[in-house]
């Protein structure tokens, strides 16, 4: 199931209409549109970190969120210098001053979304006039919504993809609703290719070795957040065809494993990361 998160109805409204979303008519707190085979449920948060947190919240709890078959998509507008629609690999909160990092396991390439697609976001608390750093995007829901979606949602199936409609303006009444339909428009065959590609990564995704899965989460002494951690890359490495024993005999042979403590199993488990990727 894919579960989306917009901001504005302008923003959501082209892919309300490719994904034949139906309004949900019960009483909600939030506008709520779902496929009729359940495949799909969308929710529009309204604007900002405050809304867009509680809107995620209640999306991912209220229709249960399955982690090892679910997607997590955030699509909406941004500013920025490069036009186009862009994926997201790192998030600054510029209130905070924390980084978020939504795990880029997939390649989305096919789909229109290269390598070069990527940026990083900063997610601001007004509209920004102009753009400090030309090389990132700026919006306002982000931070809190990775924040929100943490909870229930590990990194790898998270996907944020912001569609460039401004380089910054003093005066946000002349990004309309009109221009920001019109501009999600453009874009929407890329994110349907998206959630095709995702289903086809769900479909064909294989069984990994367990007991190699097991052993190497004990030599490590990895926690049970880092033996999740450790399962999605094995089911990743299987999906891709990567020998994932290789790895580890490597490691093994390296002097890395088994490790002497926790924080030593983190470390190799962000090396593990690092060659499969």
Sequence with gaps: MYFIVCALSAEAKPLISALSLRRDTTVCPYDTFF?????????ISGMGTIAAASATTYLLTRFGFKKEEDFFINFGSCAGAAPG???????HDEVTGRDFYPDMLYDLSSCGLPASSEKA??????????????????????????????????????????????????????ITAA?????????????????????????????????LFLGTALALRLSETMRYELHQLFEYAATEGIDMEKILSDLEKEGRIPASSKRDGKE????????LI
């Design 35 to 43: 496929s009729e085979d359940s495949s799909s449920v969308l929710v």
């Design 85 to 91: 629609l862009h994926l997201v690999n790192k998030i």
């Design 121 to 174: 976001l900063v997610t601001v608390s007004k509209v920004v006039s102009s753009l400090e750093d030309p090389s990132l995007l700026y919006e306002m829901e982000a931070s809190a919504i990775f924040q929100a979606a943490a909870r229930f949602v590990p990194p790898h199936r998270m996907i944020f993809l912001k569609y460039v409609s401004d380089s910054g303006t003093d005066d946000p009444k002349k």
């Design 179 to 211: 221009l920001l339909t019109e501009w999600a428009e453009k874009h929407v065959a890329e994110v349907v290719s998206v959630l095709d590609h995702l289903k086809d990564i769900s479909e064909e995704s294989n069984p990994i070795d367990e007991d």
């Design 268 to 275: 190799v488990l962000d090396v593990i990361r690092q060659r």
